[in-house]
Antibody
Framework: EVQLLESGGGLVQPGGSLRLSCAAS????????LNWVRQTPGKGLEWVST????????YYLGSVEGRFTISRDSSKSTLYLQMNSLRADDTALYYC????????WGKGTTVTVSS | DVVMTQSPLSLPVTLGQPASISCRSS???????????LNWFQQRPGQSPRRLIS???NRDSGVPDRFSGSGSGTDFTLKIRSVEAEDVGVYYC?????????FGGGTRVEIK
């Protein structure tokens, strides 16, 4: 069974940093692109970033480009999102999801940016 | 960016009756390989999103056959043939043809 488990969320002040992790199991990690998607309370879904299966290509939402960095570690079957210069509007539940078509999702980790 | 517009925002449905959700994109979702990367997701209350349909009309494993997807180009539809209580939630379309990937605003399905 494919499983994704996000962690690393928390409360951070504006301008601060966090690193999210997504531990994957139940599939061949190196065969799948991976994504981060966020959801603000009571609002819809917003794609944040994607990394290709090889890690050679990365894509970002315009508002996070230059602040967030997506990466993956095949030896640990783990996806990461390094988030710097955090802003209040980055506050959200962050999900990881497999493949460009997002066939499996984790349960999410909550990021709150507030002073 | 490709804007995905869903309608209606809210859809009250009687149990056993059909439901239909529209999703329109601001650009064609046909990719250069000829495929159309339009997906549908269901998010039940308190749960993570779950993909129902990929590539316009391909139902995921375990998804009841009362769900169906159709459409082409810029105009897509998700239909529920006979709504059941477990179908309550928010439904999203998402395009994966163009970067950035974009979602529709969601349609809330509720029981009358």
């Amino acid at each position: 069974e494919v499983q994704l488990l996000e962690s690393g969320g928390g409360l951070v002040q504006p301008g601060g940093s966090l690193r999210l992790s997504c531990a994957a199991s139940g599939f061949t990690f190196t065969n799948s692109a991976l994504n981060w998607v966020r959801q603000t309370p009571g609002k819809g879904l917003e794609w944040v970033s994607t990394i290709s299966a090889s890690g050679g290509s990365t894509y970002y939402l315009g508002s996070v480009e230059g602040r967030f960095t997506i990466s993956r570690d095949s030896s640990k079957s783990t996806l990461y999102l390094q988030m710097n210069s955090l802003r209040a509007d980055d506050t959200a539940l962050y999900y990881c999801a497999t493949a460009y078509s997002m066939d499996v999702w984790g349960k999410g980790t909550t990021v709150t940016v507030s002073s | 960016d490709v804007v995905m517009t869903q309608s209606p925002l809210s859809l009250p449905v009687t149990l056993g009756q059909p439901a239909s959700i529209s999703c329109r994109s601001s650009q064609s979702l046909v990719y250069s390989d000829g495929n159309t990367y339009l997906n549908w997701f269901q998010q039940r209350p308190g749960q993570s999103p779950r993909r129902l349909i990929s590539g316009v009309s391909n139902r995921d494993s375990g998804v009841p056959d009362r769900f169906s997807g159709s459409g082409s180009g810029t105009d897509f539809t998700l239909k529920i043939r006979s709504v059941e209580a477990e179908d309550v939630g928010v439904y999203y379309c998402m395009q994966a043809t163009h970067w950035p990937l974009t979602f529709g605003g969601g349609t809330r399905v509720e029981i009358k």
